[in-house]
Every structure is written in C-alpha cells, then in structure tokens.
C-alpha cells in the first residue's frame, strides 16, 4: 500500500499563489507517476497535472498550463503543486493521486490522499 497525505491548501484571493505537497509513505516503489485532480462543487473530479519519475515528463490540463507546476522532491518522497494566478474557477478540492502509470483518467489512479481545500475569492 502507498499512502499521501496532502497538504498547503487555504483561502486565497485571486492572483495570489499556493503550493500543495503530497508526501508519500509505504510501497512507494509501485509507482512511477504521481499527479492531482481536483473537484469542484457540483463537478466531476478533473486531472491537473502529472509526473512520470521514469521519464521525468510531466502534462498539465489545459486551463493551468502556464499557471502551475508540478515537481518532485525525491528525497522526501514528497510532490508539489505550485499554483500561481489562481483564479475563482481554480476552486475545489484536490487530490493527490499515484498509480504505476498516472492517466487523464481517474481509472488509473491506484491510491489517493484524502484531499485538501483550496478557495480563492474574487
């Protein structure tokens, strides 16, 4: 089993920046990739972003390339999502995800974290 645990989200206005983390424990060697979804209200959970260790290739959802970005630190088995220009739309809640192979898709995501709030007004 893997577990995350995430953290970093908050109240922010818009325009201002935030950076998630997803720190990772247990079987961590079962997987090659780590991403985070988020769900607004109302919605459907979306992928934002992705990381494949292997290849070090990484693939954002359209409306935040440009605005976040993923990284990893390996030592601390953490991921980060630096989120700037946040924008009202960019509200809900976000998931770390970790799979052997991490998709667009919910259905490959193998393990999740609990999820953390992020709300930025207008």
């Known amino acids: 089993q893997v577990q995350l645990v995430e953290s970093g989200g908050g109240l922010v206005q818009a325009g201002d920046s935030l950076r998630l983390s997803c720190a990772a424990s247990?079987?961590?060697?079962?997987?090659?990739?780590m991403g985070w979804f988020r769900q607004a209200p109302g919605k459907e959970r979306e992928f934002v972003a992705a990381?494949?260790?292997?290849?070090?290739?990484?693939r954002y959802e359209d409306s935040v390339k440009g605005r976040f970005t993923i990284s990893r630190d390996n030592a601390k088995n953490t991921v980060y999502l630096q989120m700037n220009s946040l924008k009202p739309e960019d509200t809900a809640v976000y998931y770390c995800?970790?799979?052997?192979?991490?998709?667009?898709?919910?259905?490959?995501?193998?393990?999740w974290g609990q999820g953390t709030q992020v709300t930025v007004s207008s």
């Open positions: 247990g079987r961590t060697f079962r997987t090659d990739s």
């Open positions: 995800a970790a799979a052997r192979y991490i998709t667009q898709f919910q259905s490959s995501v193998e393990y």
């Open positions: 990381m494949w260790w292997s290849s070090g290739s990484t």
